[in-house]
């Protein structure tokens, strides 16, 4: 048991520290994309393009048919056993029926652009947009699969070359230089479709040359569609329903309200769902190997792996959660400008709901692991439905921040409900008193944040990050002192070590002093 603890939370530790790396420099790419997007644009033309984002995003769930859930499920099953076949029959299976729907979705939305954002949205300007990111469908279908392939195989780095690079990076850098020129907002659409035709091709050529070939006729793929889609049908629904809860409020906001409102609230939208990366990071690795771990029936494992994941994600997640809730006019007019200010109240409403969920740790992902696909499609299901009920009922009433309301209800009340049934499978426990260590670590370099941000009433922007720095580097202090790490932090430290190539010896001297 020993032996498999230290090789999973090794796996673990790298993968998640590449993962983290891609999911931070996504992050980078897309924050600086969509700040330069905004204050270019201004609210109404940075909405527009929001809202076309949003329509593509929902598509593409829609038509990965739940397969991508299938990948991270069989490919490590199945790589687990040996059987090549039936692995490159996942592949083969993964890859081409979402293309097919793909391109189905892609031909409805670009035949009837006119009606969507004429008779649903009353937003004319909309209809070249959506034929524009309408061709955009099946790449960014593809684009996503091969990212889940990637995480599958533990091959996380090639989401570096990918996604990252191929599509977040260019899609940056080609936007700038369309804005330099003068650039329009079909402009910068046209760029959006360029950057994922590039991340495709990328992907697909690094799949057959350095993960897995599926043109090949060396191994003859065998295929069980059945037991495929009977795990993939029910999360189908499950990943369309978890991205309407996440994506509805944009979407009612265009036909409710205006294209500023949709601007504004997309603006808070990207600084409070940020917190989300580190559950994603986690978690995005530690399905496959908790999938394995299944397969070999190490069940008390995957209980331990959850803890400590689950810790981890509690440590990183806090302290950007509190700077959210206490400043959050800071963040937004330093990044996107006073324009976008009066999203404020979204930010902080949006933050808790974010954060809460982080912390309740990867569920989706285990529950997945132990063939629970159709509790959480049931409990994803009503609280989607919950969710649009609630956006058609508050965002005419409060607008923006009806919709924050709407959003946060939805999400906390499904997680919650995840988080219990997961607790009933695995058994687990968690060290609340680890956990109030934690916070007061975090609220006490917080207070004389607060203290700065109080004598500097328009701090500027170098001001905030020095103190945001600071404010880090307190935390992490008060972390070893309150003695908030163990054994397992060692290992994690270790695997980082070798697989970024930095000494970290002086940090692990000191937590080695400082177990619980």
């Keep these: 048991m020993e032996e498999y603890r230290d090789y999973a939370l090794k796996k673990i530790a790298k993968g998640a520290g590449i993962i983290f790396t891609s999911i931070i420099l996504t992050y980078i790419f897309v924050f600086v994309y969509r700040i330069i997007a905004a204050r270019y644009l201004g609210p109404s033309g940075y909405g527009l393009l929001s809202l076309s984002i949003t329509i593509l995003k929902l598509s593409t769930v829609v038509a ?97 070359f990918s996604e990252v690079f191929g599509e977040k990076f260019v899609n940056l850098i080609l936007t700038i230089t369309i804005i330099i020129f003068g650039g329009t907002l079909l402009g910068i659409s046209y760029v959006y479709l ?20 599926i043109l090949s006729k ?21 990943g369309i329903l978890a991205l309407v809860m996440a994506w509805t409020d944009t979407i009612f906001i265009g036909i409710f309200r205006t294209e500023d409102d949709v601007g504004i609230y997309n603006v808070a939208y990207v600084l409070a769902s940020s917190l989300m990366i580190f559950l994603h990071s ?27 994941v689950s810790k981890w994600i509690f440590i990183t997640t806090l302290p950007f959660f509190l700077i959210a809730v206490v400043f959050p006019k800071h963040l937004i007019s330093a990044f996107f400008g006073y324009q976008y200010v009066a999203g404020f109240n979204v930010i902080v409403i949006l933050a808790i709901g974010y954060f809460l969920s982080s912390i309740m740790g990867p569920t989706t992902f285990v529950l997945q692991v132990y ?87 328009r701090m500027p922007i170098i001001i905030k990050i020095l103190v945001f720095a600071a404010y880090l580097v307190i935390y992490g202090i008060l972390l070893i002192a309150f003695r908030c790490f163990s054994e397992h932090d060692i290992i994690v430290l270790n695997a980082m070590e070798r697989k970024l190539g930095v000494n970290l010896n002086p940090v692990k001297r000191i937590i080695k002093r400082y177990f619980y």
């Design 218 to 238: 060396k191994v003859k793929a065998k295929f069980d569609l059945p037991r495929l889609f009977r795990f993939a049908f029910p999360t189908i629904f499950t």
């Design 64 to 160: 990965l048919l739940g397969l991508q859930f299938g990948v991270g499920k069989f490919v490590g099953f199945y790589m687990a056993r040996k059987d090549i076949s039936k692995t490159k029959g996942v592949l083969v299976s993964s890859l081409f029926f979402p293309l097919i729907s793909s391109i189905v979705i892609a031909a409805v939305i670009y035949l009837y652009s006119g009606q969507i954002s004429g008779q649903i949205f009353n937003m004319p300007d909309l209809q070249p947009m959506l034929k524009i990111f309408s061709i955009a469908l099946p790449f960014s279908v593809l684009t996503q699969m091969l990212r889940f392939i990637f995480i599958s195989f533990k091959k996380p780095q090639f989401i570096l």
């Design 371 to 457: 063939n629970k696909t159709k509790f959480v499609g049931f409990y994803t299901t009503v609280f989607a439905i919950v969710n649009i009920i609630l956006n058609i009922i508050l965002i005419p009433l409060y607008g923006i921040m009806g919709a924050a309301f709407a959003t946060v209800i939805s999400i906390l009340s499904v997680n919650i409900i995840k988080f219990r049934k997961l607790k009933e499978i695995l058994k687990f426990s968690l060290d609340y008193r680890a956990y109030a260590k934690f916070i007061i670590a975090a609220i006490i370099p917080l207070f004389f944040a607060y203290l700065v941000s109080l004598y500097f009433i």
């Design 194 to 213: 360029v950057s994922l035709i590039i991340a495709f091709a990328a992907g697909f050529i690094i799949l057959e040359k350095k993960v897995f070939s």
């Design 282 to 308: 986690f978690g995005d690795i530690f399905y496959p190997i908790s999938s394995e771990l299944h397969s070999k029936n190490k069940h008390p494992l995957i209980r331990e792996m959850f803890e400590v």
